[in-house]
């Protein structure tokens, strides 16, 4: 029993955070937070117009494919049926 307490404990101790962080403070107080906001939405504005441009180009093989696919069923047909 003393030796869980004893874990708990040291655990406990070892994963508190601690209140500030001063990074952070340091960044905000010298005005350049904006700086690291603006890099992160720059990122991420990025990947959304790659994830676009990416789904407008996979929606345009799919229907090449679909439009192969129809044709060459029809010929199929049209050869079966002679």
């Known amino acids: 029993m003393n030796t869980l307490f004893a874990a708990t404990t040291a655990l406990n101790f070892f994963l508190q955070q601690p209140d500030t962080v001063e990074m952070a403070d340091q960044l905000r107080a010298d005005g350049k937070i904006w700086v690291v906001v603006l890099v992160i ?3 991420f504005a990025g990947i959304i117009v790659y994830l676009v441009r990416l789904d407008r180009q996979l929606s345009k093989v799919e229907k090449e494919v ?7 069923t029809r010929k199929t047909k049209d050869i079966g049926q002679l």
Not at 66 to 72: D, E, N
Request: glycine letters at 0%.
């Open 41 to 43: 939405a720059v990122v």
């Open 66 to 72: 679909i439009s192969r696919v129809s044709s060459q």
